[in-house]
């Protein structure tokens, strides 16, 4: 067997060159592949956080919804936090205890009611919200989310927290939710804020602070969530946020703010909400090179994959950056013995009709081409992108030209790869459809 040809010189994170070929004959390409292990270990770091009080992990689920994700994370003692009132749904279908799911959303749950009363939280994201939610049930507790006016992503299509960012209510309008907790007797009891704070523990520092300022603000408060954002090391020269290291900086804040208000740190709770940290790395793509062309000797070097934004639209909406390699395959390497081993600098084309449908933008920028210096590659090898755990099964550009659904693939801690979504079909893809009656 021929070694695997990699782009850069350290070894794919989970996956052995063998099992990418019987993967692949096995369930196809595109296929998202994830490793249990791995998600694992970082379910046992969330968990480990450390608090003065008790600690509440919860899975941001909108990065990676499938059900057997939901299922390992809460066997490991994570929570989950839904995105809408159909992610809470998913995540009760999926066995997860009502009580153990949070919704923070954009839009309002069409069936709010139903999903309290089953005991699922609700966390209010802004002031109609709330006076909904207090028209449902007055007299009750709830939870808020509030943008304490800071956000550290790194464009306005990553920022989560600051005035670019409709998430949550602002800081300024807080006597107007107070008033309205008045109103309908609430008690506000949560406190969430999620501006996206990276890997630095002096950063984790500063925003806790903040938002333990304002919760100097809520006298019933016994929830506390920090949100989500840990930094995860995508490629070569980014370090993964050090939970440890993190949770020591802020707990001292923490212990101080209940030591001031006298409350006891068992009738405490503190929350992190993490979605990459827990999934980036436990996922990647594999997708078949298709066709290779190029656009002459001043132009550039195209790798056709058989994948693209219908999978993995980051690329094309932040100019994210992802690992890539090329990996020989089977027929492949027939002629592998006179393939030399010369790096060429390609351009990785999705397959979309769609220009923007590029895997290798300049970071940060999806406008432009930045080729990417990959080993030569064949028509038929393998193409694996890394890093794609998070956001991407759960966030494609679904249907785009009529490709279908792509399948989920998990790694068990045996090593076998067992099948957690089927691809879908043509006609899975248009089942919805109505044709006019003649
Ligand atoms: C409310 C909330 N919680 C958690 C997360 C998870 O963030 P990340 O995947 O960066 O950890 C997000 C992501 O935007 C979010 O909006």
Request: charged fraction near 20%; aromatic fraction near 8%; glycine fraction near 10%.
């Amino acid at each position: 067997m021929l070694a695997p040809i990699f782009l850069e010189p350290r070894p794919l994170r989970f996956l052995e060159e063998a099992q990418i070929e019987a993967i692949r004959e096995r369930f196809g390409t595109p296929v998202f592949v994830y490793d249990q292990r791995t998600l694992e270990v970082a379910a046992d770091r969330v968990v480990a956080f450390p608090s003065p009080c008790h600690l509440v992990g919860r899975f941001a689920m909108k990065s990676l919804p499938n059900a057997a994700i939901l299922r390992i994370f809460d066997a490991r003692g994570l929570h989950i936090d839904a995105s809408s009132g159909f992610e809470a749904e998913r995540a009760l279908l999926a066995g997860i205890p009502p009580a153990h799911i949070q919704i923070t959303a954009q839009e309002l749950p069409q069936d709010l009611k139903g999903l309290v009363q089953r005991g699922v939280l609700f966390n209010a994201c802004s002031l109609e919200q709330l006076r909904h939610y207090g028209l449902l049930f007055p007299g009750t507790d709830l939870s808020i989310r509030v943008n304490p006016g800071a956000g550290s992503g790194h464009n306005n299509r990553t920022n989560t927290g600051g005035m670019a960012s409709s998430f949550g209510i602002w800081h300024e309008k807080l006597d107007e939710a107070f008033a309205l907790a008045r109103e309908f007797d609430l008690r506000l009891s949560g406190l969430h804020t999620h501006i996206g704070s990276g890997g630095n523990p002096e950063v984790w520092k500063r925003c806790a602070g903040l938002i333990l300022g304002i919760a100097e603000r809520f006298p019933d408060l016994c929830r506390l969530s920090l949100g989500g954002g840990f930094k995860v090391a995508r490629v070569e020269g980014e370090t993964d946020a050090n939970l440890e290291e993190i949770g020591q900086a802020v707990s001292p804040l923490i212990a101080d703010f209940l030591t001031r208000r006298s409350a006891n740190s068992d009738d405490f709770q503190l929350e992190i909400e993490p979605g990459s940290y827990l999934v980036v790395n436990a996922g990647a793509i594999l997708s078949e090179i298709v066709d290779i062309v190029d656009t002459g000797s001043d132009g550039y070097s195209f790798l056709k994959i058989d994948s693209g934004m219908t999978e993995l639209l980051r690329p094309a909406m932040y100019g994210a950056q992802h690992p890539l390699y090329v990996v020989a395959h089977g027929s492949g390497r027939d002629g592998e013995a006179s393939r030399d081993c010369a790096e060429i600098e390609y351009v990785v084309a999705g397959h979309c009709c769609e220009s923007s449908d590029i895997w290798t933008p300049a970071p940060g920028d999806p406008e432009t081409l930045a080729p990417r210096t990959m080993a030569r590659a064949a028509i038929g090898d393998t193409l694996v992108i890394e890093g794609t755990g998070a956001y991407a099964a759960g966030m494609s550009a679904k249907n785009y030209n009529s490709f279908p659904e792509a399948a989920e693939v998990l790694i068990d801690t045996t090593g076998e790869p067992q099948l957690i979504r089927r691809r879908q079909t043509l006609d899975q893809s248009i089942q919805n459809e109505v044709p006019i009656p003649d």
